[in-house]
């Protein structure tokens, strides 16, 4: 008897382990279909499906379907597109049976049509034959790195993008850069020179090379300055993996000592790599990948004498004189929000990125769903952000600029595959 109790339990423990096991888990692994359609039933593509924190688990297709692997009943998610209202749906027990169908209502625009003619991006610098690999921006006008099919050229703009001069360039230069005070620069990997103007009466009429330095050189100097005012040059060093990060200044024209202006820390990160670190998971951690912490963004810039220092790791705004001394202090929330569990976190789509305008001192940020990009305008005294542009119709624009209130970028658009010079109004 005792025998066939042993052989009884043993059949059981394997009806267990072999039949409701995988049944369960195949339960659990049931993918939910879904479909997103306009008030007119028809299919919505690209919209993207988040979780309630902002994690991306798909983008509809062609036909507006999705299809969910990992949720489950009773996990919340949304849909959303650039041009419908966001739809929040709980899953329920029923729908790993069926498809969910999300419907979603277009969004009613305020303005009038003009106006959004009028702010729709449209191409600036009109050239289909020219590639745009660069370019800057200061109150001279508009430098443009144009690469054609057997020369490059430097072109300087008016703002109405009109060619003023053109200079011919040796293919070896990439890159444009705007240094602290506001000059630019034409950068290979051999060396960068000043680009300046030859003037009559305070008119430009033809561009010139000037100052030549190794790029070596040029790098070393320039690397650790951020910003300047007519009196202090602000200095940034990163430590610990960039997780820490010390602002400093100098007097110009004073004495040659570096005072510390802040030190922004990221707590968090700094504490997860020093677990890292520990020699016992440190060699694993290592080989797979994870001892790769991208630095902490606090940026710092100096405008009309005043220095403006967004720090992200404290979740403030501080505002410096001329002297380095604090005189304004406000609270940073745009980009974060706050999580169900009740914590605040930063907002996935966020992209990390505070544009300032040089002509107005107006501050931007911008948001990325699905390719697409929001500009915001910051309200420094309340840490807050409102849209001012959706660029739809052009998922990951590259180099976004901002002047005088129009924003510039760079789009792929026709069949060349060249670079464009967009421009959009967005005040």
Known sequence: MKL??????ILLVLYFLFVLIPIRISAQNQVILGI??????????????????????????????????????GDTIYASHVT????????????????????????????????????????????KVVSVMDFEINEKGIYLLARRRRSNSLLHLNFDCDTITELKISPDYYN????????????????????????IRDRVFEMELMYRTPTSRFVSLFKNIVCATDSLLIGGRYVFFGQEIYYYYFNIGGDQQAHELHHC????????????LNPRFG????????????????????????IYLFSFDEDKLFVYNNLGEVIEEYPLTFHKYKHWRGDMRVIKKWDKKV???WATGDFYTTFTDGGVTTIKKV??????????????????????????GKAYFLFKNDNTRNNRLFEVKIE
Not at 48 to 72: A, H, M, P, R
Not at 390 to 400: A, D, K, Q, S, T
């Open 4 to 9: 066939k109790h042993i052989i009884l339990f």
């Open 36 to 73: 997103c359609l306009d008030n007119r039933n028809r299919p919505i593509r690209d919209v993207g499906i988040y979780t309630i924190d902002s994690t991306i688990l798909t983008v509809t297709n062609n036909d507006g379907l999705f299809s969910l692997k990992y949720s489950k009943p």
């Open 84 to 127: 419908f209202e966001n739809v929040v749906y709980i899953i329920d027990s029923l729908d790993v049976n069926k498809r969910i169908v999300l419907k979603m209502k277009p969004t009613s625009l305020q303005l009038p049509e003009v106006e959004i003619v009028d702010n729709a991006p449209h191409v600036a610098y009109n050239n």
């Open 176 to 199: 444009i850069y705007k240094d602290v005070y506001g000059e630019m620069q034409l950068i290979s990997d051999e060396d960068v020179w000043q680009i300046g103007h030859k003037t």
């Open 265 to 276: 820390v990221n707590e968090e990160n700094r504490d997860l790599m020093i677990n890292l």
């Open 283 to 306: 060699t694993f951690y290592r080989s797979a990948g994870f001892l790769d912490p991208k630095p902490t963004y606090d940026p710092v810039f100096a405008y009309d004498n005043r």
């Open 355 to 357: 544009i300032l305008d």
């Open 379 to 404: 309200d420094l005294e309340h840490g807050t952000a409102r849209n001012v542009a959706v660029l739809g119709g052009f998922p990951f624009i590259e180099n976004l600029r901002i002047y005088n």
